[in-house]
């Protein structure tokens, strides 16, 4: 490798130090709709703070993909601030309607009838189901601010693979202009949505003179969306709307298998979350962290002790079994939307609350405003949210 070449993968993959870094990055974690509708909350409030406007890079994963690809049709480029009727129209309500659509069965059905054996993989009905939803968006015609960055995983390379409007790629398999490749933003979605061994993976070439690589779900590598901010930004706010780990163990080989591979995910992700933490308590960024599994009781010594958060935020019990709500992209409920919406609403502004830095603070706090306060009710929660069991 030559002195140049060597230079540039280091840069690739050494994280700055923090009087190198800029800007803000949002962090939208894979996790099927139940995270799409848990970061949608989450936006919600960050929108009501006037934090959306000062974003760099909305980096996401999966069902953080979802949403971000309706994100991306806010009106960013219009120099004016979005309305909240703005944000209703053009992020919230066509978000409601998607998680109300099964997106995984009919191209899993539609793939396995022999006469489409040979044709486009699975992945790519997912696409078609969601190319209205994406706006019929090609990924080079997505905003240039904030940078929009779609991630997979590249199996080829078993590194992070980004869809963004300037370029798709990896830093081990090299990138392309995406105007070139003139790939649907429905297709960089799917690929970063759909789980193996569901979904088979994609085959994409940069170039002709390049070999194929394979993409699958982006949560392989990286559930959280970090890579393509952690190296670089100043202040990284993290939506995780992943699965929380369960305790207990599971018996028979199947279920010795599954757990494993439980296991090591819930390593990865693990070690980025301590990275991300140590990296803030060394002043080297500064990060805010939610995760659909925590109350906002977690965030109760941080807080005023008349924060309205802390009286209508659900109970640790319900943050628990909310979080255990399934990951797929099947038909979600208009209560399991509510209730999840709801979540990463108060989370978010727990969190925001606690951890903010002075200089993108408000001058007062603003007042809550619950998108579903009916959904508020225990009794209605109780009623749509998984019984917590513990794994045997």
């Known amino acids: 490798m030559s002195d140049l070449a060597h230079d540039t993968a280091r840069l690739a993959t050494t994280p700055a130090a923090r009087q190198g870094r800029t800007g803000t990055g949002l962090c939208l974690s894979g996790g099927g ?19 959306l406007e ?14 971000a690809a309706r994100m991306a049709q806010l009106p960013w480029s219009t120099g004016t601030a979005i309305s909240p009727q703005g944000f209703q129209n053009v992020l919230a309500e066509p ?19 022999p006469w489409n054996w040979r044709g486009p993989t699975a992945i790519h009905g997912v696409s078609d189901l969601l190319d ?10 997505l905003p240039q601010v904030p940078n929009f960055v779609f991630c997979a995983t590249d199996l ?16 081990k398999a090299g990138y392309a202009k995406s105007w070139r490749l003139d790939l649907p933003l429905s297709l960089a979605v799917a690929t970063s949505a759909c789980f193996p061994p569901v979904f088979a993976p994609v085959e994409l070439a940069l170039s002709p003179k390049k070999g194929k690589v394979l993409l699958n779900d982006g949560g392989n590598y990286d559930n959280l969306g970090l890579e393509p901010v952690w190296k670089s930004h100043e202040l990284v706010f993290v939506s995780d709307g992943g699965t929380p780990f369960q305790y207990g163990v599971k018996s028979g080989l199947i279920g010795h298998l599954t757990r494993f591979i439980t296991i090591l995910d819930t390593q990865s ?8 933490m140590a990296s803030d308590s060394q002043h080297t960024l500064t990060a805010v962290y939610w995760s659909v599994g925590r109350s906002v009781h977690t965030y109760r010594k941080y807080l005023p002790a008349d924060a309205e958060c802390l009286t209508l935020g659900y109970s640790q019990e319900l943050a628990r079994r909310i979080g255990l709500i399934r990951t797929d992209f099947n038909r979600f409920s208009e209560g399991e939307q509510a209730v999840l919406e709801n979540h990463g609403y108060l989370l978010a502004d727990a969190a925001l609350q606690a951890f903010l830095p002075a200089g993108s603070r408000p001058h007062s706090w603003p007042a809550l405003h619950v998108p579903h306060s009916a959904w508020l009710d225990p009794n ?10 513990r794994v045997q």
């Open 269 to 276: 992700r693990s070690l980025r979350k301590r990275w991300l």
């Open 156 to 171: 080829t390379h078993g590194t992070n693979w980004i869809f963004s409007q300037d370029r798709i790629g990896g830093h």
């Open 54 to 67: 000062d974003l760099r890079t909305v980096s996401s994963v999966s069902g953080g993909s979802i949403l």
């Open 380 to 389: 209605l929660v109780d009623q749509v949210v998984p019984t917590e069991q």
């Open 132 to 141: 209205d939803y994406c706006g019929h968006l090609k990924v080079h015609e």
């Open 95 to 113: 978000t409601y309607r998607q998680a109300d659509r099964d997106i995984r069965t009919y191209p899993i059905v539609r793939r396995l009838m």
């Open 33 to 51: 709709y139940r995270a799409a509708l848990f970061h949608l909350g989450a936006v919600r409030r960050m929108h009501e703070l006037d934090l």
